[in-house]
C-alpha cells in the first residue's frame, strides 16, 4: 500500500523562489521567454497544463490587464488580473508571432506538445 503524500515530502506546492528558478530554467532554449511566460501564468494564476496550453489571445485582455480562464474539469471560469510583468512578459510573446490564434503556437506553426 502506498504512503500518504506527507511521508514522502512536507509540502505539495513550489516555493516562489524555486518558481523563479524555474522560470530562469525555462529560458535556456529557442523559444525561452515564450516557456518561461507559461510558467510565470501557470504559478500566478494556478492553471492546469490543459487550461494552459488551450489559452487563446482572445481570452488576454492586455488594455485592461486581464486574463479570462475557461477551466477543465467542471471548474468555474473565471476572470484575473494581470501583472505588469506578465503583461510586458505576454506583449513579448505577441510581438514575436504572426498571426497565431493561441500564445504558445511556435514558428511551424504546430502547436506544444505537452509530453
Known sequence: MRKPNAAYRSREHL??????????AAKNNRWGHRDATMVLLAFRHGLRAAELVDLRWEQVDLENAILHVRRVKQGTPATHPLTGRELRALRRVR???NAASRPWWNA?????ALT
Open 95 to 97: 510581438r514575436s508571432q
Open 15 to 24: 516555493t516562489e523562489r524555486e518558481v523563479e528558478r524555474l522560470i530562469e
Open 108 to 112: 511551424r506553426p504546430a502547436r506544444l
